[in-house]
């Protein structure tokens, strides 16, 4: 499968952003998918993830309450809707896609995730 993430932007603290993740190459729902950022001299982090059937989610503490995953997968699309940006969101985000993975389950470790997109850069300045 190949990812393609889009929606990146410059933004003031407290506003939003819309990422989106569109998969090729195999359907979607064959996988669980997530988002991961990397702010420049920082390693790859986890944002959250997203189960196949979008039923069962996950964040990363500092996101959790502003930031919803979701994903149509007769879209092959997944999205990250971020709210009220702060500045140290400010990063490339990369979606990713992990097979094997149950139908429910969300996938949350960097080294089960087998495919991954080129990023799409967020700034937020204060």
């Known amino acids: 499968v190949q990812l393609q993430a889009s929606g990146g932007g410059s933004v003031q603290a407290g506003g939003s952003l819309r990422l989106s993740c569109a998969a090729s190459?195999?359907?979607?729902?064959?996988?669980?998918m997530g988002w991961f950022r990397q702010a420049p001299g920082q390693e790859r982090e986890f944002v959250t993830a997203?189960?196949?059937?979008?039923?069962?989610?996950y964040y990363a503490d500092s996101v959790k309450g502003r930031f919803t995953i979701s994903r149509d997968n007769a879209k092959n699309t997944m999205y990250l809707q971020m709210n009220s940006l702060k500045p140290e969101d400010t990063a490339v985000y990369h979606c990713?896609?992990?097979?094997?993975?149950?139908?429910?389950?969300?996938?949350?470790?960097?080294?089960?995730?087998?495919?991954w997109g080129q990023g799409t850069l967020v700034t937020v300045s204060s």
């Open positions: 997203i189960s196949r059937s979008g039923g069962s989610t």
């Open positions: 990713a896609a992990a097979g094997r993975s149950g139908w429910t389950s969300v996938v949350i470790a960097t080294e089960d995730y087998q495919y």
């Open positions: 190459g195999r359907t979607l729902n064959n996988y669980a």
